[in-house]
């Protein structure tokens, strides 16, 4: 299994590629950046695991030679919000970072996996989508937006509310929709085991899970967002992918993908009129093998109120990243 992260010099990249290092189940492990990548690999390739690194950057076609037979790409590259951003916000710089990475992949490992992490996701998936749509090599059931972190604040914070002890991972909770504030919609009713919450505190444990991002972002001062629980995230959704690629069965995750491309996700684009979205997706070999279920339809009413405005927010993200590569900006005049 060859991995790959591009933008692997950030503050995700880093500790993703150290999980990824230290994972068994990579044979082979490439970090493309625009800066610090030598150092980077050459730091991690001191640890005794079996995956073999190196470092790549842009000059000598640096990104090709990357990608060149990778099983999986993940992607945290580009800027990230500080205080009083939107996630949108970095839509003008990011929109671009990713659409050329993209296109690399599109040109020299179509057959990848292919897992999004870089913001906004509500846009850039969709970006990713016209790209490899342009290029004729787009497979829905091999892109991923990485919502993983939503799910895994949604684990935390149920535990502190209902002040359960234990394992947070044991209670299996749901997030669907998008990745950014109002997108984002926790089903506590269809957590499993089923989690009883105080009617007084579930409009800040909701809350908390929606705007977890700006938590951190506060509280890191100017200085980035969520960087380390997002590399264990952004790591534990490429395990899970992995071990599926190589069999593993009854994997499934949340996950932002193309619904129309994946089988059961014609009936829940009908029902939200949005063509991504966050589900529970069953992961086989070929990537997302089904949708389980028609989990929106199976919301209970405090959670339908949340999804309608989610649905609003998050058709108007999708569009603008298809627009981009549909209709692309008009280059910037040169002074
Ligand atoms: N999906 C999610 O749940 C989350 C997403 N994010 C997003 O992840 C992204 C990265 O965040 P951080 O690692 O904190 O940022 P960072 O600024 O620390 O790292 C980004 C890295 O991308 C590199 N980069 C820039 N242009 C590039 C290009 N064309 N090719 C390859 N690498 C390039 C930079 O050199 C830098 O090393 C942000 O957009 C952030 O909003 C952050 C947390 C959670
Ligand atoms: O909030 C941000 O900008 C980073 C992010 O996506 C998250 O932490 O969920």
Redesign the pocket.
Known sequence: MKAVV?????????PLSLLLKACPLVDNLAL?????TPGVATDLSHISSVAKIEGFL?ADGG?NKALEGADIVV???????KPGMT?DD?FK??A??VK??IEGIATTCPDAYIL??????NS?VPIAAEVLKKAGKFNPKKLF??????VVRAETFVQQATGGSGDPRKTVIPVIGG?SGETIVPLWSKAKPAVKIPEDKLDALTYRVQFG?DE?VKAKDGT????L??AY??FRFAESIMKAAKGETGIVEPTFVYLPGVPGGDAIAKETGCDFFSVPVHLGKDGAEKIEGNIVGEANEYEKKLLVKCYEGLKGNIEKGVEFVVNPPPPAEKK
């Open positions: 591009a933008g692997a010099s950030g503050g995700i990249g880093q493309y950046d625009v800066v610090n842009p990104l992607i945290p590259a580009g800027i990230p919000r996630r970095l710089i990011n671009g970072i050329g990475l999004v992490i870089s913001n906004p996701v850039t937006g990485v919502t993983t972190l939503d990745h991002g951190v980035g967002s969520a960087t629980s997002m995230a952004g």
